[in-house]
């Protein structure tokens, strides 16, 4: 039984929670937060104890650390709780700073015990599923990789002012999931954005609509499209053209059933955001994590893929700021 | 050169005018109406000359008849087409009276010339697929069929009065479909219909509202399913279960468009009628006819086949009205 | 908190327990199994005691008991845990003798505790919101229902010899279905059925492949079809006409990715199985009875409601030995 | 009845004979060629004479010209035909050289006769439906829109020498697309491309996979994909997402059979190639350019348009050997 403690008892912390008290394997220990009070509710639901942050690091009763604290707390966490021994689930991103990110990175980079980083979608079993029948080489070589990522509706203007813009906070899944569906890294990345869902977006420095292009070592090509917005819910998919045919992971609707009427054929709306949509991923992570811990295995998603996706996300912004193509390594 | 005759010119003899037309292989010469107006009408647009019908059956400038006239007319000028040595289609059904159409078949059993029978569905590309990956035992062996046949709206009461009943009228199409997708006929027929659509319905003595389930000799099941009214348009579906998986010909919609948002996914509505669903059936239809014609080969719908779907309409009829199971030897 | 004795531990008393014991509000408190084995080994997970049948009945610790044992013991536990003032759920069919099934139903008409009946596709979620846009009026008057229900693969002919058949042991959840989705029950039964998939099926007395028509007593009618074999996996759909339009609960496919390439557009196959297919509405269906529990509400599935099912069964496998339809009145 | 003299009979010059014959309003006068033998043929088959390109545009028994020869040939005979007061449809592309179509286009600007460039896609009925939804507003304000165009197979080596290139022979189509789906040019353009489908394309200094982005003068983004192969047939998919949803023209399938079986649910193939997928839609152009002469109304796409596509060809171009996005208004 792993005994874990939670840094973090907001929105996403919460959700972990639910993963960890639910799994036979693990047990939520200890949380903390800044916030007094969703702490104390958490633990109460779950039986754990309230703890500040250092004490769940230093604890020798708690052998896992699951980060979910506002961002700028990550790198910190990370090299503390590497140093601690303890294995570590962190929330993405790493970090906003891609400089402060490669530097914990580098600090960690000695430690035994598991860095994982919270990436997922990896764990959707649609798109696992898709990145299997790759694998398999069901349609040949890869060659042109389409990922769409629509929220259903823009965050709270004060989210966005301190979420590092679009790139860092919303594409950087979809970097990450680009890297684990191609099996490499892009060469060359270019973007262009624009705030077309919410002027108020735009005043305050950011995107929210985006079209991303990165080219890779062999010439093949992939896309990632974010919106913050989707009227009719959350779409995520992905599709990709190889020499042998088309993958396409499609949206889970939110159920079965078909009306057809004087307006047509209507199914029903995409399941509406990422906690409908990938319930599934999230425990199917904690238990990638935990098996990882069991098996003495590496970590499906490691530190150095969530400095890559930062890293991606940082070119991104570079490209849209100059209307240049950006090549990764200068950034890596 | 195929020249054709064509006896009726409503709706129906109108769409087929304009297959005969514009095949490269055959052309109207001449048309005939009780109706002058519609008649000359017709004739004007595609340069046929107007003749009775008695004149057009022994025209020897004419080849082929296509008969489109009332259905109580249909055995009367078979007879008479045959005898003067035509190749006939005729339009479904045979005959309403059962006894009179296996009388017209025994009169007409020895003509050389070809008689064909015009159920268009077995001429829709997509039936013709199913049926055809049947036939390569893509599914393996037959076991469960079900047709779902709903029109847009019913007809006018009047119509309905002297169209001989739902399972004359229309399921015979049904009928006649689940013959050449079974590649038998059944033994038995039990039926059960109501009027739920209209009341007027009912009180003509028809009903709008009918299942027909149907076995086979070794056990196989067919089901019949038809309705008057379908508010989302015309729906037209085969489904077959087999021994090695299931084969679905799904409707054709208005186009490819699907526009998501705030009420689902919602695509277009089947074509809406016979016309725009099966304008490509009645095309191929009338190419079998004149490739039977030209290849001295067996017409694809014999007038025998058009008295056995008339045999089961009228099982089906009994079955209805006496609670019991219809054996089909007992008609045929 | 809930403490359940569990009656059977079989594959679907193993189901139920993990329901039981992953709710919050209800813990496994007891099981017990003819089987020491198996229950043993349920009980070590669980950590609950092992006790004969009629010690957990008579459990003052216990407050529901949930009978998964075999069929022709559920009347008499009913009976005994009904006495016992506990609340019930017990697995489909009540019985496979319906005149037992009714005896029993009339022993326990005064109970005041719960007794519900697993009739789980009811809490399909699918299924639950096609039932919910029938009632909002989505497509105005229900007129013509029909069930497909396919399992992957026949049972052991073994399993076969003690169901009492496909409509009382397979067929049974889509008669309850079917007046779950009609809100009636039908007058009028008629079945066909025959052994297609497997000959020793219909040398034990039993067919495999069947359709079901049933009348409403204002000519609404439905169709039940029904096969032990479906090459491509667990077919569970649900299709009704209505005066304003079409509701159709499609299957849940195993996955969201669809592959092109020169064998056609393919997607995956509908869930293997109930277990797959059906693990939400197990935990719904506890779920409810739960709800009821505690709401002081009555069960959303009735031992009446079990009755009525198996008296369609018995209806149906009348019709089918005596090629008539059955009137349903006479059975109740 | 308009008298038409096409000049080139090869491929396309045939489907558009085909389109020019069968119309009610239009009949085949004449045709020209460099190669006797397939003009002698086309001639024969439609009742049509043989004349030298210079014969026909001199015609006065010719009201309208169809220019389907090479592409270097299609300014110059724009510019005769228009002189001869000629109306004109010109196959796509205008010319490869965008300052010989501009020359052009400034000589005829004065011409009161028709002049058309044949871009097929615009009257795809389903491009047209979803072109019309978004004219009424159904999805809102445009916000992001994709091209998906992928050949089934790659043309010969010899062709592609000749094409101008993936953006001018086959992104045309897209581009133009584009514009009709915007209702504007946009102001940026970057392309990337490689050739991953046959190294020989690489080596004659052309790419086949290619992703071009745009962006429109208020921040809206478009991106256009293209591939010259693809395993699985013709892909050929709209889909824009507008401040209240989304918009997808979906694939046509070859037929709308389904089979499921132990690999899946496995549909048809998209239809095989343009020849197959918008044979409607080189009809329903004919019928448009008819209509305009009849109408004297403007016709629906100009030679204008037809340059506006090649500039954003020339520009995607430049910007895949440069690197760098580049304004369209500097190439027109």
Redesign the interface.
Known sequence: MIRVGLLGTGRIGSLHAESIA?HRESTLTAVSDINDETANKLAAQYGAIVESADEIISDTNIDAILIATSTDTHSDFIEKAAAAGKAILCEKPVDLNLIRAKECLDKVSAAKNPIMVGFNRRFD??FA??KK?LDNG????R??L?ITS?DPAPPPISYVKTSGGLYRDMMIHDFDLSNFIMGELPISI?A?G????DPAIGVAGDVD???V?M?YA????A?I?N?R????GY?QRIEI?????????????E????????????????KYFFLERYIGAFKAEWDAFLKSIHNHKPVPVTLKDGVAALAMAEAATQSQNT???IQLKELL
Chains 1, 2, 3, 4 share one sequence.
């Open positions: 639910s079993p649609n599923q898709l029948s069901e349609i040949g070589n060659e042109l389409t629509f270019s262009v624009h705030s077309l869902v609509t985006a079209v292009t080219v062999d010439g093949k090509i896309v499209k919106s917005r989707a009227a009719y779409d053209l190889g020499s042998e045919g088309l993958l396409q992971a499609e949206n889970i609707l159920n079965s059933v078909v009306k057809s009427n004087n307006d047509g054929v209507i199914s029903a709306k995409p209307g240049k193509s």
